[in-house]
């Protein structure tokens, strides 16, 4: 059963590749942290940042249950400098792959990870990787991407809780290419689900992956955290820390 501890919450800036980001972080008080865990927002066009409610919803359960969690506004939102070589919105209305910026997200996503890790002083062995909306593409791709980079150069993520993934935006077997404990959440009525889309993520992707869709619920979540969080609960005590320690125990 997993435990619930009082939480601080501090403001930082946290540097990764060229750019800063104005960051929060999230860790349980006066106990030892189990895990750490790095949550994307959702997209800077779109309204996303650090304050969203499923971000910070999720970011104050984690580090209650002992973690300590990193997030952070994409640039562009807060006082996160903007790329002076940004498209305009006008362009990114118009751009189904989410704007210029995602190459810059993903490969900043891994940065930021390896950032908590250093300021946590944990082992590699215990980040997960997390993210909304367009967040959880940005973890997604990021997983994807840092298969191949030594752990030295890239954070090693050992697991992902990924809430309302863009479907439209990851290949439809990106899923079951992950290879670690992955938790994916949907709302009934999600605008993340194209069409068909239930079909897609219905289907089990991996033996790792477990997907669960909230009956009712929509892309925001509004009168459905409560289940969103005990999912996420369920999934890390009796799917991602029981992998974590039966491989400490190899």
Aim: proline share 6%.
């Amino acid at each position: 059963m997993i435990e619930h501890f009082d939480i601080t919450i501090e403001k930082i800036e946290v540097t990764a590749g060229s750019r800063p980001y104005e960051a929060r972080l999230y860790y349980p008080d006066d106990v030892d942290m189990r895990a750490a865990c790095i949550l994307a927002p959702p997209h800077r066009y779109l309204g996303g940042n650090f304050d969203n409610n499923v971000i910070t919803a999720l970011a104050e359960a984690l580090a209650g249950w002992g973690f300590i969690v990193l997030t952070y506004n994409l640039p562009g939102v807060g006082s996160t400098p903007e790329r002076t070589d940004a498209p305009g919105r006008e362009k990114f209305w118009d751009d189904t792959a989410y704007g210029e910026d995602l190459p810059l997200d993903v490969r900043d996503f891994g940065a930021l990870g390896d950032a908590l890790i250093e300021i946590g002083g944990l082992g590699r062995d215990r980040l997960l990787a997390g993210g909304y909306s367009y967040g959880a593409a940005v973890a997604l791709l990021a997983l994807l991407e840092s298969a191949p980079i030594p752990a030295s150069t890239q954070a090693a993520f050992r697991g992902a809780v990924l809430v309302s993934t863009p479907l439209a935006q990851v290949e439809p077997d990106s899923i079951a290419k992950l290879g670690i404990p992955s938790l994916m959440i949907y709302g009934e009525d999600d605008l993340a689900l194209e069409e068909r889309g239930l079909d897609k993520v219905a289907r089990p992707q991996s033996e790792q992956t477990q997907i669960h869709i909230i009956n009712g619920a929509d892309h925001f979540y509004l009168d459905h955290m409560e289940i969103l969080l005990d999912k996420t609960r369920e999934f890390i005590e009796s799917h991602w820390l029981a992998s974590m320690d039966r491989k400490a125990k190899q």
